[in-house]
């Protein structure tokens, strides 16, 4: 199956996404259940959260080498927004 890709990105607070995708379709991505993994921890930083960006091709959201979120996660966990 193909995910839609990520169109654009935005912290909305420290640990939400709003996430729209290539089909149009929004959704919110809530990153807490992430940040007691190691790797995520510098998002508890909010300027850090904010500074997201979509990598080139829509295929994640990241915030510098090390991390990101796929396409897949966004889409598959994510909350419809109307």
């Known amino acids: 199956m193909r995910y839609p ?8 607070d420290n640990h ?4 729209e ?4 379709q929004k959704k919110k991505y809530d990153v807490t259940p992430l940040l ?10 909010p300027a850090f959260f904010k500074a997201v960006r979509v990598e080139q091709g829509g295929y994640a959201v990241v915030w510098n080498e090390n ?6 996660e966004l889409w598959s966990h994510g909350q419809a927004m109307p």
């Open 21 to 24: 995708f290539d089909n149009n």
């Open 16 to 19: 939400t996404l709003v996430v």
């Open 67 to 72: 991390i990101d979120i796929s396409e897949y």
């Open 5 to 12: 890709k990520v169109k654009s990105a935005l912290a909305i």
């Open 36 to 45: 007691n993994k190691d790797m995520f921890y510098p998002l508890n930083n």
